[in-house]
């Protein structure tokens, strides 16, 4: 944890008084560097990133990312999916395993976005063959360890034939779907030794495609934990495909991406979470008002920094409170002081809210809202007609 990340003054907000919290607040000349920064680091090509928008989540953040040349996009769901589409993306990955209604409801969005090029993952057969007769894209899903999904590296002989299934289906082979995100609590070099062992597997199933007579146009890396990793992989240079990362977390940025990757790549953090102390229940404790329905305890406990404040660690939140205990109780924050959180995983803590400060020097210069938060209804009207009394009966109370 960053306990030691420097309080910077552009953070303030000027008209706190006025804001009911905890309020989530993004700060665009700090997204603006992040995404600078990124693109930096990928030699000024933004066609080389394809960002993972469960982080980003507004439509604000996602027309930032269109203006600056980035137009591929990753998602897990099928509201992300559609506010991609709705916000300039030329080309959007639905990076999780679909099926049934949630595969349905993907074949519709891409109909009424005929000129987004979209892709799905699949994995077995099955998921493969829902997606004949529409203009779906297939990458194929490898597990490089993380054992959460995808098929293991070690049956190429599978992944081969499920490449040849895929365009016997008459689909679209778009590539490879390599999220090697196991290795983000591993030292830096550690790291990259391991990501890399694992990069020279994934270059002999591509070999081994090759040939089986197949091509492999794209294939995608590197969330934010191993993005360094893959930047360092030389064998990704001349692979002979288009190779892509997929990074989210940095356009924002929180405590643990500020401590996983280099401090050279000048990623700095852009959203925060503004508190309230509410309570100071014991002796060296205090409470704010940000508990786990603000600030996610996903990633663990502490749950965020408190920003300018070394002295405050954040104990186990409940719902709707903090507790901060003070190693310093002279700095121990008043009730009703304001306080800068910065959230140890951002992606979940920014889905927890419906709107967003933008704040530029200290004031408050519009209210944003958090665009593809949570999901579509699970019931829509929208889909294929069914002669289900049930399901009728449901679709007319919507």
Known sequence: MLSEFPWDERYRVTSIEEVLTPALVLYPEFVLSNIARTLHLLGGDGDRWRVHIKTAKLAYTLGVLVERG????KCATTLELLVACRNGAADVLVAYPLMGANARRVR????????????VLAEN?????QWQGGPIGIFLDLNPGMNRTGVEQSQADEIVKLTRGIED???EFRGLHYYDGQY????????????????????????????SGANV???????????????AYPGFHAGGFIHRVSPGTVVYCDATCLAQLPRDYGYVPAVLVLTRVVSRPHEGIATCDAG????????????CVVLGHRELMPLPPSEEHLPLHSTDDARRP???????LLPRHVCPSVNNFDSALLVRDGHITSVEKVSARGREAPLLPILEPTTSPVRSQAVEKI
Request: net charge negative; hydrophobic share 40%; glycine share 8%.
């Open 70 to 73: 980035v137009r591929n996009f």
């Open 108 to 119: 519709e969005i891409a109909d009424q976005f005929p000129d987004v090029r979209i892709s």
């Open 125 to 129: 057969e099955e998921q493969v063959r």
């Open 169 to 171: 289906a008459g689909l």
């Open 184 to 211: 983000g609590g591993l030292a830096p070099q550690e790291r990259t030794a391991a990501a890399h062992a694992g990069y020279d597997r994934l270059l002999e199933i591509v070999a081994q495609i090759r040939r």
């Open 217 to 231: 146009p794209e294939v995608i890396t590197a969330g934010t934990p191993t993005l360094p990793c893959s930047l």
């Open 292 to 303: 786990h329905k603000a600030v996610s305890a996903d990633a663990g406990v502490p749950t």
């Open 334 to 340: 008043q009730v009703g002081e304001a306080l800068y």
